[in-house]
Nanobody
Framework: QANLVESGGGLVQTGGSLSLSCAAS????????MAWHRRTPGGQRELVAT?????TPIYAEFVKGRFTISRDLNTVSLRMNNLKPEDTAVYYC???????????????WGQGTQVTVSS
């Protein structure tokens, strides 16, 4: 089982930057894909960016050129530049985890961290 702990987030003005980090701990074989999702104030859940080891990151259109996802072993980070009020959301870390070498992938989620962009 993997436990995801997020850090970062907070309040920033339009055009500002923030960084989020998510560290996975626990007993597992490996993590396949790590990603960031967000839930907007209106309740809409959106995929922000994903990163699978050895592959090119995938970004949602609305963050391309502004956000950068990176990964170091079992930690995934999201650097957010040129933030806009519409980026205000709760951001969740997600990891696809293999508990053992032969087990299926299990999706784990962090607790979420609030990002608020003021206009």
């Amino acid at each position: 089982q993997a436990n995801l702990v997020e850090s970062g987030g907070g309040l920033v003005q339009t055009g500002g930057s923030l960084s989020l980090s998510c560290a996975a701990s626990g007993s597992f074989h490996r993590i396949e894909t790590m990603a960031w999702h967000r839930r907007t104030p209106g309740g809409q859940r959106e995929l922000v960016a994903t990163l699978t080891a050895g592959r090119t990151p995938i970004y949602a259109e609305f963050v391309k050129g502004r956000f950068t996802i990176s990964r170091d072993l079992n930690t995934v980070s999201l650097r957010m530049n040129n933030l806009k009020p519409e980026d205000t959301a709760v951001y969740y870390c997600n990891a696809d985890v293999k508990i053992t070498r032969y087990s299926p992938v299990w999706s784990e989620w962090g607790q979420g961290t609030q990002v608020t962009v003021s206009s």
